[in-house]
């Protein structure tokens, strides 16, 4: 809404959102199990990547010269090139966010001190006896893999985050009115126009892998919380929550048996489905230990929802390639690739296929990278409900509570 702003301040909010959604909207799909190919930007989402990443430099003080000349630079780059600055710029927030976190979770050096002593300690403990298990003597176990950290509470963590990158995050009752809203995703502070506000956390599942999502081939049916980058790589949030109260080895495992959704005779085309459709054990195969922390509070872009009718959403969808060698940062990316690397895959009508060598083995000079996903402020935000547009496909049954955002934008996204 443009009401109460100046005019430069209209074509900031204007360009950005147009910058930010060239790239975010480019194949990327709503909470479904399927990983739909991506369709190419058409001139109606003119890429704007260079004006969002010079913008966020430029702040409030940009112009109306800055504006036009960053335009400019923008329709004369690559399409290439507007991804690699997109994610130069979400990689750059996302760096500044995990030094916050340092220094709000990381000991001083007295606190190491003390730390490194209390493990000698435990370490020259003599073995435990069978009388001391009887009567319930024991001494906190240490994990040397985990870095010793401040006592905060997860509540605690995210003040002193708001405190210092000036916005946190907080779940509570959805203030959409309709009774099946539920919790919502807010806002609690101010962030600008382009700012990166949330993860989405979870385990990643690479085509290779669909057949282990809990719930193949109807993994949505239960599970709300699934997302398909563009591509096709899923997230499960599932796993995650709301997150925990430590930092800690996380794989992400869902404990339970995984049962196959389809039923009666096997008879032709049935016992066709039946076989690709099996679910598999991911015992073996699973997603392995990441150190990483579970207090994030900006690990919580699950819980946002779809605006009701007449709202615009206020957050897009970003995809984030996370550089693997980026050890420092990786306690913080909340997520965990399940399986052992990348494999090309082909798509035969709704199912996927191995076709050739890894992708890890194929381009092995190319840094590893964990596909995520971010969300991105379209606008100025605060003390607010984030709502992101879901895109349902217009082709299936929607739920009562969707309302459209844009329904030619969704028939051109599905057909």
């Not at 909470?31 to 913008?55: G, V």
């Not at 389809?262 to 598999?280: C, D, I, N, R």
């Not at 890890?360 to 547009?389: F, G, M, P, Q, Y």
Request: with cysteine; proline share 7%; net charge positive.
């Amino acid at each position: 809404m443009a009401f109460g702003k100046s005019k430069k301040q209209q074509r900031r909010d204007r360009y950005s959102y147009r910058g930010i959604g060239a790239i975010t909207d480019s194949g990327l799909s709503p909470r479904t199990h399927s990983a739909p190919p991506s369709f190419p930007c058409s001139d109606l989402m003119l890429p704007m990547a260079l004006f969002f990443k010079k913008f966020t430099e430029l702040g409030k003080s940009a112009d109306e010269a800055n504006v036009e000349e960053i335009i400019e630079m923008a329709n004369k780059a690559s399409f290439a090139d507007q991804q690699m600055q997109v994610q130069e710029n979400v990689h750059s927030q996302i760096k500044a966010f995990c030094t916050f976190m340092d220094e709000i979770l990381l000991p001083n050096k007295k606190m190491v001190n003390d730390f490194s002593e209390l493990s000698r300690q435990t370490n020259t403990l003599p073995h435990r006896s069978g009388l001391s298990f009887a009567v319930g003597r024991s001494n906190t176990p240490i994990n040397p893999d985990v870095p010793q950290t401040r006592p905060l509470s997860q509540a605690e963590v995210s003040q002193k985050l708001k405190n210092q990158l000036g916005f946190t995050l907080d779940v509570k009752s959805s203030q959409i009115p309709h009774k099946d809203a539920g919790q919502g995703l807010f806002l609690d502070g101010a962030a600008d126009v382009g700012a990166v506000i949330a993860f989405y956390p979870g385990v990643v599942y690479s085509p290779a892998f669909y057949r282990y999502i809990p719930g193949y081939p109807k993994v949505d049916a239960q599970n709300p919380y699934l997302i398909t980058r563009y591509d096709g790589n899923v997230i499960n949030a599932q796993p995650w929550g709301s997150g925990g109260e430590v930092r800690e080895p996380w794989s992400g495992r869902i404990m339970g048996e995984i049962k196959p959704n389809v039923k009666g005779a096997e008879k032709g085309s049935e016992k066709f489905w039946k076989l690709l459709s099996k679910p598999l054990e991911g015992n073996k195969l699973g997603s392995k230990n990441e150190i990483l922390e579970r207090r994030n509070p900006l690990a919580l872009a699950h819980f946002a929802n779809h605006p009701p009718k007449g709202v615009q959403p206020n957050v897009m969808i970003c995809p984030y390639d996370f550089p693997l060698t980026e050890d420092n940062m990786r306690v913080y990316i909340p997520n965990v690739m399940f399986g052992n690397g990348e494999v090309n895959m082909r798509r035969f009508g709704s199912f996927w296929f191995k076709s050739g060598v890894s992708r890890k083995s194929a381009s092995s000079t190319n840094a590893a990278t964990l596909k995520t996903l971010v969300l991105v402020a379209t606008r100025a935000l605060e003390d607010e409900e984030v709502l992101l547009n879901y895109r349902l496909s217009n082709t299936k049954g929607r739920p009562q509570w969707y309302a459209p955002v844009d329904e030619e934008e969704d028939r051109r996204r599905w057909s």
